[in-house]
């Protein structure tokens, strides 16, 4: 009896380590495979509503990608090229042209009659809705705090400006020399190695970005070409360390 | 048997004798190993389970900063190049600066430069390191006590009113000034006193030969010499390739005469007699081992010998009978017969001397066609007689403020303790060092000024050649420029920008050809350069009449030569451990200074490399105990050290390189980098001499083992590797001028053992790119620019003299120095070692985890991420250019590693590293062809040493494209390979040496 009190012990205590085992080897990856970090960012930046959604150019934004090893992160003077104008989401926005637009029609209705408590109530009512929107939005808020201007549309400096600390997601070692101009010169599209970066809400690190990865990716060019373009895409030590 | 090949070759004299101190020692040296193997597995265990513990979790989040508004032009990440003025000395060639994310990283030479011609000396390649000095003052000093600009302004100026009320002697003593901004700023401060004075000195100066001329042609200047206009060169004592002057310029022009060809075998005939082995000396056609004390004696001969020639009167000479080794009557000859395509120079610092040396030329016809007076240099403007009479008038207590800006006054200065106490006597006194260095320390004010990398200034080298340097960036102290300094106390608020733009608008721009001010001023911005009319000058017809018969000197047992060493030619630069830690190119020593003996000196007084000696002047006033130090070629009765030792604060350095158990640090406690010789500089009436004849020598009890690596990664191979059949060869193949114009393939050993074997012919397909290199031994002088150019762009630690001593110095580049002949007379040549990216590569072979492979164009790629360390590979290769990494070198100073190329990786302990060719140069300019959609133009990709050779002894670039300049050197009858009887294939290619020596060594053949 006692015997087989122990084995069934050992038996349960055998299944669970396992079953630890096997959970905790779902989540094993290399040491420095960072494929899914996704940090939370200084400003909720959404490439979805930018990339996706209004079709801005990646490289209307990272335009050093053209230029330089890095693609660069915009600086952001380059946000105020739009973001002088769009102070707030397309709702808020549109809400609040809704709303300006009604107190508008009832100040010119008030003008034409004589005056009347009821209509009073409701432009108060307006106002106060209006003041109740969130104009600029909390994100841009940080955006026109980085210029150190108060307000988008007259952006006269008030304070000093300060950059914007965005946390790197695509952070190659140091002894990886990767260099964007030889990719977009290529022809290489930015999702080959950033996934889909329009459907992201939060920017995340879509793939493994191993040496392997890489290798691989050149092998295959080297075979397949790109976008039907033969290309010499070299699989040397001293392409990426030096 | 072609004579050459027998000749024998050898670094050092240990090696000649045959009892080479490398002979049993491995490669990489080789430390016993004093942990047991039961321990070490025992750390290996505890650490890899840490290691393992530490892969998993995410790496540490990092955070990027863009611009808030970027500005335009800007890329991070992109390289900007920006052209400015080299402030290392007052030669001031022309720099293309790096500039990455604001922070410059390189020093180019500026291609377009009429002086400098792209070159730049290792002074000039160092200076990022200068300027990343985290010992340099951030704030002014007040009575050795930190300050502000504010309360030093307003306690100066206060001063200043005192002393302009009461009328006391205002002294502003300058190294050279080339600037015209600021020499007007100067003379614009000291008028409103009356009894005021510039007074310019120099650290090792050239007043003589200003003074000869004001004596022969009734102006004060420093000639402009063109060595490229020169067909015989006779240099008596002067090391113009070295440190004389504006050595990058003169490399260059020398450069011009020296590569003969098959269809044109000419060359300049070059002929150096001096006591001392010198740089120049040592690329010199024929030299003579001359004591200084007999320049004199014998310019003298050489010009009655001329004045024979030429019908004009003799100087009387009783003055020695010069040396029985020269051939007068030939020299005069050789010279007479390249009348007006000669040139004469000398370091002699006797005035009259110098007139001699001024009639020489004057006979010759040179003056006009290879001496330029018309637009003299500037580069050299020391008044020794000025500074002596200063010296006098600290010493009598005349000087009420004294302002020091450029070279340490005190410091290159004899007398060091009665100057030190003259000038505590002075009631204001004003450094504007960015250090406190030795003058510094009496000083009341140190007023920094800011690096030459952080100033807007301008020069003018030579005159009508005006350069401007601009910021490349903002200071990183609250350093302040002199030029903004003496504004301020003149009671003026404006910028230095400001001062800079409105004295070029007054006077720079109406010398010039140009429109409008602001086109010229940014087209002048632009380039670094512009050539403007020259100052109008009275020259006076030659007066042979100023020459004076020479007056016999003081003679002792032994002639004491003070110099400079390449890299440190000035007190400042000892502050800069790439300098400090290359070798010279002749005795190969590094971090210290020592007595150049000759081996038969020597060997009569009884002692050996590092024995201590102590030199002292005859009436026995000054005296100095240094390491002595064996030198091949050096005159008997010639003793030489080197200047700018001894500096305070280098004992900074008692902790650089790694920190272990057995390491014995650079500078012992309480002492400082080398000893500073400059109490023995002799001061006459009028000069400052730096050879004296009446110094003695003895020896005292004591060893120093000096730092050098003149035997270190030798590639002497030993007969019993031969390959069978095969003669082993030298690594120096040379030949003289006159078989050359024979046979344009003479110096060629006649034994070949050529195998064309390939060990992977499938591995090396040929296709694309194949890097390859030439270097040609007939340019290269050994100046040693492009190891400091290699250790800027390549990230090569700096490892400290105790490790230096061990062999383990990181320079991807060595020059190695081969002397040939009998120890006494010797003839030099030098030969840039690195890897030779061998297409056999021995060390591919050997390598166990394949972490040296050869790629697709033909580069050796070393992959350190892959290296464990076995050090098989550098034991395999022949030409031993493979440094290990024992430690991990300390970068603990934040500031000087913001040098550091971001391009190329920081390596870490335990794995080998060696010349990339510039890998990253290379990517770089593939990519950039690419993004542009342009192909890669030959000349396009440039390694740093072949940037910055000024010789351009290096050619780079792809052999397999047929009208590349890689692939037309590789077509040169010179053209042979190091040891390419072993079927070693380098990429890299050597052209044999040739010397314009009469055809000595066929003569020797046969005897």
Known sequence: MYHVVLRLILLVGLFFSLFVLASGMSGWRLPDNQQGYAPKQPIEYSHRLHAGELQIDCLFCHSAAEHSRHAGIPSTDVCMKCHRFVTASFDVMSEKLRIEDQIKQLRERANAQSDDGDEATSLDDLQRQLGELKNPSTELEKLYSSLGIESPTEPVPSSVDSSIPWVRVHNLPDYVYFDHRAHVAAGVTCQRCHGPVESMERMRQFETLSMGWCVNCHRESTENGINGQAVQASIDCTVCHY | ???????????????????????????????????????????????????????????????????????????????????????????????????????????????????????????????????????????????GEESNWDEVDSAIAKSLEEIADTGGAVRFVTSTITSPTLQASIDGFLQRFPDSRHVMFDALSSSAILDAHRQTHGIRVLPHYKFEQAKVIVSFGADFLGTWISPVEFTAAWRTHRIPTASHPEMSHHIQLEGRMSLTGSNADKRYRISPDDYGSLLTLLYNELASTADQPPIDSESGQGSPDVDIPALADRLWNARGESLVVSDCQDVAVQCVVNAINQLLGNYGKTIDIERPSRQR??????????????????????????????????????????????????????????????????CPDHHALESWIDSEPIDGVVSLTQPMLQPLGGTRSILESLARWSGRNDSSYEILRSHWQ?????????????????????????????????????RFDAIQPLSESARGDF????YHKIGLTDSRHAHNPWLQELPDPITKVTWDNYVCISPATAEALGVTNGDMVRVATASGDYQLELPALLQAGQHDKVLAIALAYGVKGTDRFANVGPDWLEAIPTVAEGELVGKNAAGFIETTEDSLRYNRADVTLEKVQGHRELATTQEHHSSNVPPSVAPHGAEVRESIQETSLAAFSQDSSAGTPEVHHHSDVQLWPEDHPKAGHRWGMAIDLNACTGCSACLIACQSENNVPVVGQDEVRRQREMHWIRIDRYYSGDGGEVEVAHQPMMCQHCDNAPCETVCPVLATVHNEEGLNEQVYNRCVGTRYCANNCPYKVRRFNWFEYPRDDTLQNLALNPDVTVRSRGVMEKCSMCVQRINEGKIEAKSRNEPLADGQIQTACQQSCPAQAIVFGDMNDSKSAISTALKNPRRYGLLEEFNFRPSVSYQRLVRNNDGEIEGDEHV
């Open chain 2, 506 to 542: 007054q006077s720079i721009f109406p010398r010039s050809n140009g429109a409008s001010f602001p086109q010229f001023w940014d087209q002048t911005l632009h380039d670094g350069i512009v050539t403007v009319k020259s100052n109008p000058r009275a020259i006076e017809e030659f």
């Open chain 2, 1 to 143: 048997m072609s004579n050459e090949s027998q000749k024998k070759y050898w670094t050092s004299l240990a090696e000649k004798e045959g009892s080479s101190s490398d002979e049993n020692v491995s490669p990489q040296g080789g430390e016993s190993f004093s942990i047991s193997r039961r321990r070490f597995l025992e750390a290996a265990g505890f650490t890899f389970s840490l290691a393992a513990f530490s892969g998993c979790g995410r790496a540490p989040s990092e955070t990027a900063l863009p611009f808030t508004n970027q500005p335009e032009g800007v890329v991070p990440g992109r390289n900007m190049s920006y052209a400015t003025t080299c402030a290392g000395c007052p030669a001031n060639c022309g720099i293309l600066a790096t500039v990455r994310d604001g922070r410059p990283l390189k020093m180019e030479g500026l291609p377009e430069h009429p002086v400098s011609r792209g070159g730049l000396c290792a002074v000039g390649q160092a200076s990022p390191l200068e300027l990343y000095d985290s010992h340099r003052l951030t704030h002014p000093l007040m009575n």
């Open chain 2, 381 to 446: 403007q020391g008044n020794d007689r000025d500074l002596l009479e200063l010296i006098e008038e600290l010493q009598a207590g005349k000087v009420a403020a004294m302002f020091v800006a450029g070279s340490d006054l005190t410091h290159n200065l004899p007398l060091h303790d009665e100057l030190a106490e003259a000038i505590r006597g002075v009631d204001l006194v004003v450094s504007f060092a960015d250090r406190n260095n030795d003058f510094g320390s009496l000083a009341n004010f140190v």
């Open chain 2, 559 to 562: 002639c004491l030569t003070l």
